[in-house]
């Protein structure tokens, strides 16, 4: 029968992967997987005991942790409890179908006509008994069907309206930052600009008002020359010789007195300079200032952007060490720097730290060491600053390689593990992983890009965590760098 497919398919969707039978106290794993719960059990044993094992789902592989326990599934064993009623009921339909008689023991001796009546009476309510039951028969297992995928969609539709809120909480939380940022970066180009205006005037207005002062001189001067012209023009119209007499020396004495001389009237000195060159110093400053403050920003940007993104905190550096403009390599100074003294700074030992902390994800970073021997690795950031204690080897809370005198060794809380004698290691990849509390370390050929694995560290973090770095001797040529 069709029938047949139907049941099959659903007893087989109904069915424990590991006993092969209808589920039996059903429970769930992290994943999604059902088992019977004694077979759960049994897989669980079979893997051993212990907080430090890793259980598996018997059909898909994924972990899960001891704690983790089975939740029961009680949707699914009511499903399975319906379904092996609907069989029973069905296979009890089934036989009372198939059971069904014609008997009449009061009428024996009745005409052939009319028991041939009786017995198409029966046969008729036999068909409409049966015909219905076989139609019902038909949509019986349907209902288990769609009620154990109404359980597992809800469950799906559960998950991820659930990862709906947690994408859109992270990014209305992403999108504020980014405008936070954005608009500081405004900011500062604004206050950038504001000031070089202002630098530009303190040095344009002089030279206009040297300029506008000689035009003033100048136009004071014409207007006196053109009424002393006027006065002139008059007196040699003048008929009365004792008025022409009595004038005449005033005219004579106020045009001598009027004297053009260009080379006292030409531009000074501040109206023809056209040179700025004094801005140039304090241009440079504010420049200065302005990639400061924009590389903060960029810097935190970048923290949004790409959580792994890291650089060397000049607060932290010793006075022998140099920071690269883009705060990716330091190297060694063999004058001190005079860096200004802070709670941040190293002083005992060639050490510096990164400018951002790590407490949740998986990061990854390469380091490349040149000319030095070298120690690489995590801390927290209490890591002491001076003193025979400040060594990153020497702290209870840091993670470390040491390579030195061509013996690489593992450190962490201030002891060490040998690991092998190699006469050159330059490049090392270091891998975080705070959901399985690790921290591994990969050395990197120079020649093939080839990886192989070192040592790995399995950390309970109590804290932050910040990339470090120690030159272990100071070589004119020393350096270690962040590798993209």
């Given amino acids: 029968m069709a029938l047949d497919f139907s049941e099959s398919s659903l007893e087989l969707e109904l069915s424990c992967p590991i006993c092969l ?3 039996s106290d059903p429970v769930t794993l992290p994943c999604g997987h059902s088992f019977c719960l004694t077979c759960v059990e049994e897989s669980r044993v079979s893997e051993g005991c212990g907080s430090d094992v890793q259980h598996h789902c018997p059909e898909c592989r994924l972990e899960y942790q001891d704690t983790e326990f089975p939740q029961r599934n009680f949707k699914l064993r009511n499903i399975v409890k319906s379904y092996e009623d609907t069989i029973e009921q069905t296979a009890k339909d089934s036989l009372r179908a198939g059971e069904v008689q014609v008997i009449d023991p009061n009428h024996e001796g009745s005409s052939s006509s009319q028991a041939e009546h009786e017995s198409n009476m029966v046969n008729n309510i036999e068909e409409d008994t049966v015909e219905p039951s ?28 659930e990862r709906e809120a947690a994408v859109k909480a992270l990014n209305t939380d992403l999108r504020a930052e980014m405008k936070t940022l954005l608009e500081e970066m405004v900011e500062v180009l604004r206050s950038y600009s504001t000031a070089g205006m202002e630098l530009l005037e303190a040095e344009l207005k002089p030279r206009e008002e040297a300029v506008e002062s000689t ?3 100048l136009s004071d001067l014409h207007k006196q020359l053109k009424e002393t012209e006027l006065q002139v023009s008059m007196l040699l119209e003048e008929q009365d010789d004792d008025r022409f007499h009595e004038r005449i020396q005033g005219v004579e004495a106020c045009a001598a007195n009027l004297i053009v001389e260009p080379a006292q009237i030409g531009f000074s000195d501040v ?3 056209t040179n700025l060159t004094n801005m140039c110093g304090e241009m440079e400053r504010r420049n200065y200032q302005l990639r400061l403050k924009l590389g903060a920003v960029q810097r935190r940007l970048q923290a949004i952007l790409n959580p792994s993104e890291v650089t060397f905190d000049a607060e932290t550096l010793h006075p022998s060490l140099v920071l690269s ?25 060639l050490q510096a730290l990164s400018s951002q902390n790590f407490s949740r994800g998986e990061h990854c970073w390469c380091l490349q060491a040149e000319g030095c021997s070298w120690v690489i690795g995590l801390c927290y950031g209490g890591l002491p600053r001076s003193g025979p204690g400040s060594g990153l080897e020497s702290s209870r809370g840091s993670w470390c390689l040491m390579w030195c005198d061509n013996l690489l060794r593992a450190y962490e809380g201030g002891k060490d593990t040998q690991l092998m004698r190699t006469p050159f290691l330059q490049k090392v990849e270091i891998r975080l ?3 399985t509390n690790s921290v591994a370390f990969y050395s990197i050929s120079n020649v093939s890009g080839a990886k192989t694995h070192i040592y790995t560290f399995s950390v309970s973090f109590t804290e932050p965590v910040y990339l470090a770095v120690r030159m272990m001797s100071g070589q004119p040529k020393a350096r270690i760098t962040l590798c993209e």
């Fill in 271 to 273: 109206e023809a300079n």
């Fill in 215 to 217: 035009v003033q001189k």
């Fill in 134 to 161: 076989k139609h019902r028969l038909r949509l019986t297992p349907v209902m288990p069907d769609l009620q154990a995928k109404i359980v597992l969609v809800d469950e799906l539709l559960a998950k991820a309206k």
């Fill in 325 to 349: 403009e883009d705060l990716k390599t330091v190297s060694f100074s063999v004058a001190k720097q005079p860096y200004p003294a802070g709670p941040q700074r190293f002083t005992s030992f």
């Fill in 21 to 23: 039978s209808l589920f």
């Fill in 433 to 435: 992983n705070f959901s």
